[in-house]
């Protein structure tokens, strides 16, 4: 299984972007998780394996939002007023077991800059 992500880049705080996350085959668990330089990492939002399900940490409630569109098999984490504090490599991650705790596949990350 491989996971592509592919939508960061650099933005002014308050804007907006839509991260992607392909995958290649089958039907996961998926998270989002972030690391900033120094920082360890942390998860930023996970859907269940049927999709109806999303959790996200506190530091983004409210202003990102994880979907997928099963069709495509691409998830997507909508980041809405980014503030500088959101910087990081974002990481895709999928878990095979759909009660499971582990993530067993990572994409490669795509950075995500945000000025003030």
């Known amino acids: 299984v491989q996971l592509q992500a592919s939508g960061g880049g650099l933005v002014q705080a308050g804007d907006s972007l839509r991260l992607s996350c392909a995958v290649s085959s089958g039907q996961y668990r998926m998270a989002w998780f972030r690391q900033a330089p120094g920082k360890e990492r942390e998860r930023v939002a996970r859907?269940?394996?049927?999709?109806?399900?999303?959790t996200y940490a506190e530091f983004v409630q409210g202003r990102f939002t994880v979907s997928r569109d099963s069709a495509s098999r691409t998830v997507y984490l909508q980041m809405n007023n980014l503030k500088p504090e959101d910087t990081a490599v974002y990481l895709c991650?999928?878990?095979?077991?759909?009660?499971?705790?582990?993530?067993?596949?990572w994409g490669q990350g795509t950075q995500v800059t945000v000025s003030s």
């Open positions: 991650a999928a878990g095979s077991d759909p009660l499971g705790t582990d993530w067993n596949y």
């Open positions: 859907l269940s394996w049927n999709g109806y399900r999303t």
